[in-house]
């Protein structure tokens, strides 16, 4: 007997506005709940709301005031994607002094993805991070449906 693999894909607006970040976080979490594992969900959680986060303080809206939250879940793993309308120069992770008050999202994101990056084109710029947990016999741990 074989067992179909699906990868599954979603893709939410938010508005470009500081409840942005608390909204993309609950989607994320009610969709992915029972499809990941708990630290991976938790990990999940932390990289969207960081991400688009700084969409919303640092970036443009795309047209129509927004910021585009996607997900992708596979075999691989899975990548969160955020695109806004770009800034003036590309999000560069930095080191925060212990006492700054900001300055610690991309060091977060950094920390709990596999990787990240930026893309960026005339339209705007895309932040993405890849995360997925690797077990020691090559599976990734993920229940995909």
Known sequence: MSTGVTEHSWTVVVPHHASAARFARHRLAAVLQGLVPADLLADSVAVVA?????????A???????????????L???EIRVTDGGAPSPPVARVAGTDAVDGRGLAIVAAL????????????QCVWAALG??????SSGLRVE
């Open 76 to 78: 691989g793993g899975l």
């Open 50 to 58: 960081e991400l688009v986060g700084n969409a919303v303080r640092h």
């Open 113 to 124: 993805a596999l990787r990240w990056g930026v893309e960026r084109d005339s339209a705007g």
């Open 133 to 138: 947990h690797t077990a020691s016999n090559g």
């Open 60 to 74: 443009n809206p795309l047209p129509g005031g927004v910021v585009r939250v996607a997900w992708h879940l596979g």
